[in-house]
């Protein structure tokens, strides 16, 4: 593989998956010659995904490291330099923007598009992480059809669980909401929609201590925070955890605009952030859709928006060049 130390591109993407895979085919599509470095977890959320059923182009639908692997083919046929690494340090003070890879490569950027994406937070538990896209979600709208008149359960007690408990009623045959607490912390208006509806059932003061099952979810074990008492739940085949996504911006915190979780703040209808020739797209920015077809088209806009700053940054020779000594 080139050596690419010292040289400057025009747009390099931090991050993989639906997004920064199709910002770098749009990119490469204009010969703005993309270099995408695809983090620490290549392909993203995706990569632990079974079975995709809701992304246009897949009728029979898609394993969802396949489709990944798909993307990124079709990114490089197109030219972009798709490369295994992430970037570990990013000089914000000139232009262009220096920029570490691996913490020792280093190399500057005309644009810099961000799609790091966002890491769903989870329990910790063994079994959880070993029946993970095997009945195990972290996305109801990704995975409730594939639970059509069973019993699930979700966990947690925010606007987002009691949305998507909501969401699930729509497939499952009943919905049992397990909260740590006596008390709901989402609003009134979604409590209420939760509370109203005769599929969802609550257990209060309770956390799931075990999720059972060899290759598939059979039941989940209960624990009564309170008492310690256990209960089995033998019918459930499908466990939905949330409790909150963490977007992987550290690197850029204290830089970039971001709201109280630390999503980046981007401008209008735009992926533009608040430092020029910097775009954010993807699940690093969005914390409502978070769906793969949402998240590709943030990255195309991501790299139309790259390639209109460039065309007036840069001369057409120069951004021809591909990367620039």
């Known amino acids: 593989m080139e050596d690419i130390t010292g040289k400057t591109f025009n747009v390099v ?10 910002a770098a085919l749009y990119a490469a599509r204009a010969d703005l010659n993309p270099i995408i470095f695809e983090g620490p977890e290549p392909g993203g959320q995706l990569m632990t995904t079974t079975d995709v059923e809701n992304f246009p182009g897949y009728p029979d639908g898609v394993m969802g490291p396949q ?29 262009p923007y220096k920029m570490t890879i691996d913490e020792k490569t280093e190399i500057k950027a005309h644009t810099i598009i961000i799609s790091t994406g966002a890491s769903a ?10 029946l993970r896209g095997k009945g195990v979600s972290a996305c109801a709208t990704c995975d409730g059809a ?13 606007d987002t669980a009691m949305e998507e408990a909501t969401f699930l009623t729509k497939f499952a045959s009943k919905v049992t909401v397990i909260h740590r607490r006596d008390e709901l912390r989402a609003s009134k208006a979604m409590q209420n929609r939760a509370f109203e509806n ?10 799931i201590a075990e ?10 074990d209960i624990k009564n925070r309170k008492t310690g008492e256990i209960t089995t739940l033998e019918d459930v085949t499908g466990v939905f955890i949330a409790i909150g996504h963490k977007p992987n911006t550290d690197l850029f915190k204290g830089v970039l605009a971001m709201d109280d979780v630390g999503y980046i703040q981007t401008k209008g209808q735009s992926t533009k952030t608040d430092l020029p020739g910097i775009f954010a797209c993807g699940d690093a920015m969005d914390s409502f859709y978070r769906q793969a077809v949402t998240a590709a088209g943030t990255g195309c806009k991501a790299a139309l928006d790259a390639e209109h700053y460039l065309s007036n940054e840069l001369s057409k020779e120069a951004i021809a060049e591909g990367h620039l000594e």
């Open 121 to 130: 937070m989870w329990l910790g538990l063994e079994s959880e992480t070993r």
């Open 198 to 207: 005769e599929k969802i059932e609550f257990m209060w003061d309770s956390e």
């Open 13 to 22: 993407i931090i991050g993989s998956g639906p997004a920064g895979f199709t």
């Open 146 to 158: 594939f639970f059509r008149d069973q019993h699930v359960v979700i966990v947690g007690g925010g």
């Open 211 to 220: 999720v059972l099952g060899g290759q598939v979810v059979e039941g989940v």
């Open 67 to 95: 489709m990944m692997q798909d993307f990124r083919e079709q990114a490089t046929k197109f030219g972009a330099d798709c490369r295994y690494g992430y970037v570990t340090d990013i000089d914000f003070g000139s232009m």
